[in-house]
């Protein structure tokens, strides 16, 4: 059974840039698939952020590129989120899955996506205040 728990700070000052990990167990990060990091942002839905492959590849939803880097610690098993220059507007939920290459595309194309396939963690809040 996979189990994938983000952590980090809850609130992020803006400008500051926001650090998120995502802890994995029963499965190997650099033997199988997708490891995505989703968010929750109120009002508007499920937005993809981006991704790192098994073989390390990333993959980045282009309207957050330029703020955006996933990373990994083979040796914990577990990858990263980073996020720069943040705003109120990047409150939200946050969240990290395992996704294999059929949802990884879907979130390619769509960007904003509306099922929650693959494993996710339980999420966790990261609020930037006004």
């Known amino acids: 059974q996979v189990q994938l728990r983000e952590s980090g700070p809850g609130l992020v000052n803006p400008s500051q840039t926001l650090f998120l990990n995502c802890a994995v167990s029963g499965a190997s990060i650099t033997t199988n698939d997708y490891w995505s990091w989703i968010r929750q942002v109120p009002g508007k839905g499920l937005q993809w952020m981006g991704a790192?492959?098994?073989?390390?590849?990333?993959y980045y939803n282009p309207s957050l590129k330029s703020r955006t880097s996933i990373s990994r610690d083979t040796s914990k098993n577990q990858f990263a989120l980073q996020l720069t220059s943040v705003t109120p507007e990047d409150t939200a939920v946050y969240y990290c899955?395992?996704?294999?290459?059929?949802?990884?595309?879907?979130?390619?194309?769509?960007?904003?996506?509306?099922?929650?396939?693959?494993?996710w963690g339980q999420g966790t809040q990261v609020t930037v205040p006004t």
């Open positions: 899955a395992k996704w294999d290459h059929a949802a990884l595309n879907t979130a390619i194309a769509a960007l904003w996506i509306t099922y929650r396939s693959g494993a």
């Open positions: 790192i492959a098994s073989t390390g590849y990333t």
